[in-house]
């Protein structure tokens, strides 16, 4: 069983920055492959990035590429999604997940935050 808690978002301007973390409970937070997804009003949720357990193998959605970074800190047991050059389009709700192998579809991840909110003002 793993617990989530994001934290770190709130209201920036276009072009600014947010870190978000993820804080996992439980000792096999190290196992897990790990994900931000985000949901805006309307849409659908989508992944933004993803890590898997060691840190070596990441992902990035196409929109974010060259301006999120997504790391983890095992040892800490949370994982970081550094955002620059926020843009207004990334506005909403982030959400960080588990998952017990490497996957991009949120059907395949077990464990979910409760999300933060991101606010891009233009």
């Known amino acids: 069983q793993v617990q989530l808690v994001e934290s770190g978002g709130g209201l920036v301007q276009a072009g600014g920055s947010l870190r978000l973390s993820c804080a996992a409970s439980?000792?096999?937070?190290?196992?897990?492959?790990m994900a931000w997804f985000r949901q805006a009003p309307g849409k659908e949720r989508e992944i933004v990035a993803a890590?898997?357990?060691?840190?070596?193998?990441?992902y990035y959605a196409d929109s974010v590429k060259g301006r999120f970074t997504i790391s983890r800190d095992n040892a800490k047991n949370t994982m970081y999604l550094q955002m620059n050059s926020l843009k207004p389009e990334d506005m909403a709700v982030y959400y960080c997940?588990?998952?017990?192998?490497?996957?991009?579809?949120?059907?395949?991840?077990?464990?979910w935050g409760q999300g933060t909110q991101v606010t891009v003002s233009s």
């Open positions: 997940a588990a998952s017990r192998h490497w996957a991009l579809d949120s059907y395949d991840y077990d464990y």
């Open positions: 439980g000792r096999t937070f190290s196992l897990y492959a």
């Open positions: 890590v898997n357990w060691g840190g070596g193998r990441t």
